[in-house]
Every structure is written in C-alpha cells, then in structure tokens.
C-alpha cells in the first residue's frame, strides 16, 4: 500500500470514528408506570401489521431505519443514537412504553401527537416495531 492511500485510509478512519461518536449513547428512557402499563387495545393482525408497516416507511424509517435497526439516512445527522428495536432491551420494553414514547417524543425523536392524533395509528406502529425482535 502506498504512502498516500494509507494516509487517506487513516484519515477516513479518523473522521468516520470521530462523526460515529459525536453521536450521543441514548439516555435512559422509562416511560411513567401510567404509560407503561397501558394494554395495547388494537390486535396484532395481517391489517394491523400492514397499517403499521405503511405509516413506519412514512414516518420512522428515515431515522430507525427498514428493520428498525438505527440505519435510517437520517440517523447519522442525529445528536442522538436511534436505537436498534431488534434488540431485547427495546423489545422488553411495554406497549404502552412504545406508545407513549411515539406519542412524547423526546431529543431528536418528535413527538407524533399531532401528526397522528389517531391512537390506533400509533398502536399499529407498536404492533408494526413488535416484528422487529430477532
């Protein structure tokens, strides 16, 4: 390797490492025991989970990514780490939790309150992120 391709190479290194970790880790977030223990009224079905998965590609998958992975095009211009729903520690999380966190929204997540003031919407997509888990 050249001289000057190992320079360039280490120098994406830096800047890619660098960008990688100006992103924040994300901050604990625990929904209030209210929120939380709030049962899913809307069945996980065939038309649930499609509903879910239209409004995801619409509203979520620019930052969260197709699968719910944090890969989204958006997520690199975060301040703060999107998250991999696939995960356990987000799949432990409730309903409820998911649902509150979608309609609250908190940092660079924007809270969906108002561009889904439907609560079935945002159920759906809880059905919809519930698929996520590996």
Request: contains cysteine; charged residues 25%.
């Amino acid at each position: 390797m050249t001289t000057k391709l190992m320079v360039s190479a280490a120098g994406f290194l830096l800047i890619s490492t660098g960008f990688i970790a100006m992103q924040q880790p994300a901050k604990p977030w625990i929904a209030p025991d209210k929120a939380a223990k709030t049962a899913n009224p809307v069945k996980s079905d065939a038309a649930s989970l499609k509903e879910g998965k239209e409004l995801w590609v619409k509203h979520c998958q620019s930052c969260h990514g197709k699968s719910g992975l944090g890969d989204g095009p958006k997520a690199a211009q975060l301040k703060t780490d999107p998250g991999n729903f696939s995960q356990a520690a987000f799949q432990k999380d409730s309903d409820g939790a998911f649902f509150y966190k979608i309609s609250e929204g908190r940092d660079d997540m924007p809270s969906f309150k108002k561009k889904l003031p439907e609560a079935e919407d945002i159920w759906n997509i809880v059905n919809y992120m519930r698929s996520f888990k590996k």
